[in-house]
């Protein structure tokens, strides 16, 4: 018992390396893996794009912000240098008048002696020094008046200066104002700062993460390429059925996408178009474009329910996104027979037939066949 175990351990071993036991279908299977392995990438590269463009647009934002509060921060520069000027010119006012109110004090004082010193000496002596009592009486009020108007000046000079060192305290006020104003704007440029770098940082990181995508797409592609390789290997070796193909959607003749590059509908990327698209109504019946053998007749992923027939010589008709298959994998069908229902399966925006014409594997233009 061990021994058989053994064996058929084995034998399934070899037959998972080797071709043998794997059909046409297992790997056109294993293809269409590949191939949504493939559009989930595009989508990721895809989604990856926009998240970039998002980055960029962000940082495009800051930058303008940032410039902004650059031009905010000289505007208050310049107005800072206005108010501390300002302040200058106020102290020197100030200096000015404490100037003249000290020598304006030192004249009071002068004065102020100078009429103690006449009441010291009392009245007989002004009045005996005074040619006459006239003399005397003008004399003393004249000095009286002069002591006053020193007086009133003084004054005078005092309430200037209160006046000019209250305008000094608000400049002062001002410039502790738009120093605050300075210090709260330069805080909002340096988070803007930051925030930007942030976004830098999000920014090569998805460029990195892009690349990593485009690389895995690349390797996808190359293996699809070597599955396509080997199902081209194991199709019948015998010659092609002959003659131009039949029209597979009969009288439905609108193509609604060509072959060839064109931008993906769902997936927004540039991709190139394997096949045609008809525009076939829900239901429309779908005929073999010539007599071969049915490769395979079930859901293949993206292209939905889909038929592939071997016409030999290499070329093979495919038919997708049918709602209902109506032959089965190795069937042998007629030119013109009913093979399939149209439909909207797999990756699709609404009923129609995607025809493909492959030679020896590769790709090509199914109207050159349908003509
Ligand atoms: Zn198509």
Not at 286 to 293: E, H, K, Q, Y
Request: aromatic share 4%; net charge positive.
């Amino acid at each position: 018992m061990k021994k058989i175990a053994l064996i058929l351990s084995l034998l399934l071993y070899i037959s998972s390396l080797s071709v043998f036991g794997q059909s046409v279908s297992d790997y056109q299977k294993k293809l269409n893996n590949v191939n949504q392995s493939i559009n989930n990438i595009n989508k990721a590269i895809n989604e990856n794009k926009k998240e970039q463009k998002s980055v960029e647009e962000q940082i495009r934002a800051l930058e303008v912000e940032i410039n902004e509060r650059e031009r905010e921060i000289a505007k208050i520069n310049s107005e800072l240098k206005e108010t501390e000027r300002q302040i200058r010119s106020t102290q020197k006012e100030i200096n000015e008048i404490e100037k003249n109110i000290e020598e304006n004090n030192e004249m009071l004082g002068r004065r102020l002696k100078v009429m103690y010193k006449v009441s010291d000496v009392g009245y007989l002596d002004v009045l005996f020094s005074s040619k006459d009592i006239t003399e005397l009486l003008s004399n003393l009020d004249m000095i009286k008046k002069i002591v006053n108007h020193d007086k009133e000046l003084l004054e005078e000079l005092r309430k200037s200066k209160e006046v000019v060192e209250a305008k000094k305290l608000r400049l002062e006020n001002d410039q502790k104002k738009i120093v605050n104003l300075k210090n709260s704007i330069e805080i909002e440029k340096n988070r803007l700062l930051v925030s930007r770098g942030e976004q830098n940082r999000l920014k090569k990181q998805l460029e990195s993460e892009q690349s990593k995508l485009l690389a895995q797409e690349d390797e996808l592609l190359r293996y699809a390429k070597s599955l396509e390789k080997e199902i081209q290997k194991m199709q019948s070796k015998g010659d092609y059925a002959g003659g131009v193909l039949l029209w597979p959607a009969p009288g439905y003749t609108r193509i609604t996408s060509p072959f060839g590059n064109r931008i993906h509908p769902i997936f927004n990327v540039p991709r190139m178009h394997t096949g045609i698209d008809i525009a076939a109504p829900m239901g429309a019946t779908i005929v073999a474009a010539n007599s071969g053998t049915v490769l395979q007749a079930d859901w293949l992923g993206g292209y939905g329910k889909t038929v592939l027939i071997d016409h030999g010589g290499g070329i093979v008709t495919l038919y997708a996104h049918n709602s209902t298959l109506l032959v089965s994998q190795g069937q042998k069908v007629e030119r013109g027979q009913a093979i399939a229902r149209a439909g909207s399966t797999g990756n699709s925006t609404g009923p129609h037939l995607h025809f493909e014409v492959r030679k020896n594997g590769a790709y090509v233009d199914p109207m050159s066949w349908l003509r």
